[in-house]
């Protein structure tokens, strides 16, 4: 069984920054695409971006684009989200997915979700 743990959540000024992390552990799994979503009050879940194991390469949701950047940790299964310049839009619960379940992003075990709050 997989288990997938976010942490680094809390509340922020506009234009300020906050990182996540996210580390997926248990036995016998292979991550093909680790990634973040987010759903904000009323919304449906929406992608933030990812990580694809095998060569690193990182994709972005448009809003985010050029303010969040994803990096894996150099050993392990963690993986981090660094959000810049945050806006109040960028507010609700983070999720990160396993990517165990293909190369798809939002395949694989979901986190419990951690709080981001972007005070105006």
């Known amino acids: 069984q997989i288990q997938v743990v976010e942490t680094g959540g809390g509340l922020v000024q506009v234009g300020g920054s906050l990182r996540l992390s996210c580390t997926a552990s248990?036995?016998?799994?292979?991550?093909?695409?680790m990634g973040w979503f987010r759903q904000a009050p009323g919304q449906e879940r929406e992608f933030v971006g990812g990580?694809?194991?095998?060569?690193?390469?990182?994709y972005y949701a448009d809003s985010v684009k050029g303010r969040f950047t994803i990096t894996r940790a150099s050993a392990g299964n963690t993986i981090y989200l660094q959000m810049d310049s945050l806006k109040p839009e960028d507010t609700g619960v983070y999720y990160c997915?396993?990517?165990?379940?293909?190369?798809?992003?939002?395949?694989?075990?979901w986190g419990q979700g951690i709080q981001v709050t972007v005070s105006p």
């Open positions: 990580i694809h194991w095998s060569d690193e390469s990182t």
């Open positions: 248990g036995r016998g799994f292979m991550i093909y695409a």
């Open positions: 997915n396993s990517g165990t379940g293909g190369g798809t992003y939002g395949v694989g075990t």
